[in-house]
């Protein structure tokens, strides 16, 4: 009976900038693994689904938001998005006495009048994921990625940039981008680094206006821009096979394939030719 009254859980949060959090829902705090979970802290795991096989185990945790744990800042700059979950079954009398119950990833959180929902999903959703190739004319690799090759890093691919004023959070102004011609940042990231540590990417609708005035506009407004210290302009890629030859001299590494044939060619009806050369009617 006390290995089944001294148990209790515990959470192990790893977010996206490597922070570790701890939470139990046992009254006192627990310590292994070199992390301290927190008591009552963070929130519990609900509706746990497992299964044997390759199936994917999925789960929902739920809580309190908080300023010394799960906060709203945290969320909504994304820092919970893909973040890694372990849920453990301790005895707290003897927290090396434990046995994992659940661990995957958190594939959605949201936040709402003071508390959070996060959806999990096992380690098993991996499996789901596609292999291989798609035979499609647009490229299927992301700028600046091991298959695609390209160099962000290049000043002639990326450049830090100051505002000159904000139309909108989601219409900023730059100027010193003589360097580069208009459309060059379309389909492109504006990369904004804030001074709490996080840096999120917003990604170009249009990049228009002189090569001295530029109006660059997102898809999404800028999050705190009062907090914002950098911003970092990266140049965008259409998945064209000419983009990717002339912009970016990155022919060799084109992940697509600009002469498959499109569908209409498979519609084509036969003709009949008295022609038996193998050349082309005339």
Same mark, same amino acid.
């Given at each position: 009976?006390?290995?089944?009254?001294?148990?209790?859980?515990?959470?192990?949060?790893?977010?996206t900038?490597?922070?570790?959090?701890?939470?139990?829902?046992?009254?006192?705090?627990?310590?292994?693994?070199?992390?301290t979970?927190?008591?009552?802290?963070?929130?519990?795991?609900v509706?746990?689904?497992?299964?044997?096989?390759?199936s994917?185990?999925?789960?929902?945790?739920?809580?309190?938001?908080?300023?010394?744990?799960?906060?709203?800042?945290?969320?909504?700059?994304?820092?919970?998005?893909? =973040? $890694?979950? @372990?849920?453990?079954? &301790?005895?707290?009398?003897? *927290?090396?006495? +434990?046995?994992?119950?659940f661990?995957?990833?958190?594939?959605?959180?949201?936040?709402?009048?003071?508390?959070?929902? =996060? $959806?999990? @999903?096992?380690?098993? &959703?991996?499996?789901?994921? *596609?292999?291989? +190739?798609?035979?499609?004319?647009?490229?299927?690799?992301?700028?600046?990625?091991?298959?695609?090759?390209?160099?962000?890093?290049?000043?002639?691919?990326?450049?830090?940039?100051?505002?000159?004023?904000?139309?909108?959070?989601?219409?900023?102004?730059?100027?010193?981008?003589?360097?580069?011609a208009?459309?060059?940042?379309?389909?492109?990231?504006?990369?904004?680094?804030?001074?709490?540590?996080?840096?999120?990417?917003?990604?170009?609708?249009?990049?228009?206006?002189?090569?001295?005035?530029?109006?660059?506009?997102?898809?999404?407004?800028?999050?705190?821009?009062?907090?914002?210290?950098?911003?970092?302009?990266?140049?965008?890629?259409d998945?064209?096979?000419?983009?990717?030859?002339a912009?970016?001299?990155n022919?060799?590494?084109?992940?697509?394939?600009?002469?498959i044939?499109?569908?209409?060619w498979?519609?084509?009806?036969?003709?009949?030719?008295?022609?038996k050369?193998?050349?082309?009617?005339?």
């Amino acid at each position: 009976m006390s290995q089944i009254t001294t148990f209790c859980h515990a959470w192990v949060i790893v977010k996206t900038n490597n922070q570790k959090l701890g939470f139990t829902d046992h009254d006192r705090p627990l310590s292994f693994d070199g992390l301290t979970f927190k008591p009552q802290a963070g929130g519990h795991t609900v509706a746990l689904q497992q299964s044997s096989g390759l199936s994917i185990d999925n789960t929902e945790a739920i809580g309190v938001l908080s300023d010394d744990a799960i906060s709203e800042r945290d969320i909504k700059f994304g820092l919970y998005d893909g =973040a $890694e979950v @372990q849920s453990w079954r &301790v005895n707290w009398q003897n *927290p090396s006495d +434990r046995y994992m119950e659940f661990r995957g990833t958190i594939s959605e959180i949201t936040q709402k009048d003071g508390a959070f929902h =996060a $959806e999990l @999903q096992g380690i098993a &959703v991996g499996l789901n994921r *596609p292999i291989g +190739r798609v035979y499609q004319k647009p490229c299927s690799a992301v700028l600046g990625t091991e298959h695609c090759g390209v160099d962000l890093g290049d000043e002639a691919f990326s450049t830090a940039v100051t505002p000159l004023e904000s139309r909108t959070a989601s219409c900023l102004m730059f100027d010193g981008l003589t360097r580069f011609a208009s459309g060059w940042f379309s389909n492109g990231l504006l990369e904004v680094t804030y001074d709490h540590g996080a840096t999120k990417c917003y990604p170009v609708k249009n990049d228009t206006g002189t090569t001295s005035n530029r109006k660059i506009d997102l898809w999404h407004p800028v999050l705190e821009p009062d907090h914002a210290v950098t911003y970092r302009l990266i140049a965008g890629c259409d998945k064209r096979f000419t983009t990717c030859s002339a912009k970016f001299k990155n022919a060799l590494n084109f992940q697509g394939f600009p002469d498959i044939p499109s569908q209409d060619w498979m519609l084509i009806h036969p003709t009949q030719s008295s022609e038996k050369s193998g050349g082309t009617r005339r």
